[in-house]
């Protein structure tokens, strides 16, 4: 599909990408059942296939994450001047349309947090926060149990691989030291776009997750869409919201020698519901080395990248568009 940046007939949406409003192709995104023997199979082979798969069967209370969800929609109600108390997203915060450091932008607002031990903005201007304490207590409690499962399927990652010490890659995101996030995405619905201009608005651009591996939940809007074939279309991913999805990351494909994929994906605003999303990002500590795993390798292989640690790969994040190829700059030649 190709997205073009002309600008829509809108004041302040002008600068906002857009994309045809037809939908992505659909195609089968691989389910895991958690509980099931051979799930560890199942996953390494989507991770190797697409750097993506949902998952079922996750023991996680679903009635706890519709609260939480009703929870931060209460935050995204408020009027805008008190969403702005708990911003700018440098890089913790409220965020609205603008996404990075470097002139990215897109139709959504978002709740950007660091996770350990607890979560935080590290933001001092955001000390007078709209976020009520129930949503910090429950954003808290959701990352810790979506860590513990995030950590399960690492470990059947690790198990799958023969690498051969199983905590090998979840030791990384259960470390108190951990640089991982959380972040809360609104698409606002847009009902009369698509009937002005029969083209979607570009909610979050395309991209890469840098971390290990990323969890994602949302509600029952469309809009999320994974690269597919090879990168040469875009696959639409039907929303399901007893499911959680797991996103391959850029360390974790260094960490495997390039045999888990890190995936790009973005989200394409829906005109008639709005989407929430909520993810949460397993990266290392920051002095760790992102290289090959031990016994990941065949004899005689060649690491395909130059050692850094997470914090070299984080600071070389933040200096890029969304759409970069980040990877590349680490890629030996
Ligand atoms: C993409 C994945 C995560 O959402 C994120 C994003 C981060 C941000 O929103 O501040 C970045 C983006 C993400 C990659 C390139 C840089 C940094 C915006 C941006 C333009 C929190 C992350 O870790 O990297």
């Given amino acids: 599909m190709v997205v073009l940046s002309q600008p829509i007939v809108d004041g302040n ?13 659909p195609f089968a995104i ?28 996750h023991r996680i209370s679903m009635d706890f994450v519709t609260q939480l969800e009703s929870e931060a929609m209460k935050f995204f109600k408020l009027p805008p001047p008190e ?15 603008v996404i990075g450091p470097n002139g990215d932008v897109g139709w ?31 954003a808290n409690e959701y990352v810790s149990s979506v860590r513990e499962m995030a950590c399960e399927v690492l470990e059947m990652i690790a198990d799958e691989l023969e690498i051969p ?53 949302s509600n029952d809007a469309s809009g999320l869409q994974i690269s ?54 397993g990266g290392a500590p920051l002095t760790e080395k992102i290289t090959a795993l031990e016994g990941v390798m065949e004899e005689g292989e060649e690491s395909l990248y130059r050692e850094f640690t997470w914090c070299e790969y984080k600071e070389s994040t933040y200096k890029s568009r969304l759409g970069d190829d980040r990877l590349s700059l680490f890629q030996k030649s």
């Fill in 13 to 25: 949406l002008t600068h906002i990408k857009t994309c045809k409003a037809a939908a992505a192709n």
């Fill in 30 to 57: 691989p389910v895991v059942d958690l509980s099931h023997s051979g799930a560890k199979t199942l996953i390494v082979e989507a991770c190797k296939e697409l750097g993506f798969f949902k998952v079922i069967n």
């Fill in 83 to 97: 969403k702005a108390k708990s911003g700018p997203p440098n890089p913790f915060g409220y965020g609205s349309k």
């Fill in 108 to 138: 959504v607002e978002y709740l950007l947090f660091s996770t350990n031990p607890d979560l935080a903005f590290r933001n001092p201007s955001s000390a007078a926060t709209g976020i009520s304490e129930t949503l910090w207590k429950m």
């Fill in 165 to 217: 010490t199983r905590e090998a890659l979840s030791r990384l995101i259960r470390n108190q030291k951990s640089d991982s996030c959380f972040r809360i995405n609104h698409y606002p619905a847009r009902p009369n776009l698509q009937a002005l201009t029969g083209r979607s608005l570009i909610g979050f651009g395309e991209h890469t997750d840098p971390q290990i591996i990323s969890v994602l939940r």
């Fill in 228 to 281: 597919g074939g090879g990168g040469t279309r875009w696959v639409a991913v039907p929303p399901d919201r007893a499911a959680f999805f797991f996103i391959v990351g850029d360390s974790l494909q260094v960490m495997t020698n390039g045999r888990l994929r890190s995936v790009k994906h973005r989200v394409v605003a829906e005109s008639v519901r709005a989407r929430v999303s909520m993810i949460y990002f």
